[in-house]
């Protein structure tokens, strides 16, 4: 199988936000990455996160409000792409009335969930 639907994927529950994983080694058999989609309910915030040793790129497919990265905050909406470079506290902040739906790709794969949240201040 090449192929998956996002409406065939079960959704999980992660602290401020949920997801469905498209894509990993056990799913689709991508050996060097996995993919997500990941969404932040209106008005919530998810707390800031560390992945040690993986890149993630998001893309913005619903919703707005800030990817914060370290100490610098971005506005994002439809159409948005982000870097979060390896190692890098980053966090989402839903500022609209709208649920946040973000497409995300991390290399080399992580096992989602499998880091620690920590608060930005």
Same mark, same amino acid.
């Given at each position: 199988?090449?192929?998956?639907?996002?409406?065939? *994927?079960?959704?999980?529950?992660?602290?401020?936000?949920?997801?469905?994983?498209?894509?990993?080694? %056990?799913?689709?058999?991508?050996?060097?990455?996995?993919? *997500?989609? %990941?969404?932040?309910?209106?008005?919530?915030?998810? +707390?800031?996160?560390?992945?040690?040793?993986?890149?993630?790129?998001?893309?913005?497919?619903?919703?707005?409000?800030?990817?914060?990265?370290?100490?610098?905050?971005?506005?994002? %909406?439809?159409?948005?792409?982000?870097?979060?470079?390896?190692?890098?506290?980053?966090?989402?902040?839903?500022?609209?009335?709208?649920?946040?739906?973000?497409?995300?790709?991390? %290399? +080399?794969?992580?096992?989602?969930?499998?880091?620690?949240?920590?608060?930005?201040?």
């Amino acid at each position: 199988m090449y192929t998956i639907n996002e409406k065939d *994927v079960q959704k999980n529950k992660l602290t401020g936000r949920d997801y469905k994983l498209m894509f990993n080694r %056990s799913v689709l058999g991508v050996k060097n990455l996995c993919g *997500v989609v %990941s969404f932040f309910p209106a008005k919530a915030y998810a +707390p800031g996160h560390i992945h040690k040793d993986a890149e993630e790129v998001i893309y913005v497919l619903k919703g707005k409000g800030y990817l914060t990265i370290g100490n610098k905050r971005e506005r994002i %909406s439809p159409g948005t792409v982000g870097y979060i470079p390896r190692g890098k506290l980053h966090s989402i902040n839903n500022t609209g009335n709208e649920t946040i739906k973000l497409y995300c790709v991390f %290399s +080399p794969p992580i096992k989602i969930g499998n880091y620690k949240d920590i608060r930005h201040k």
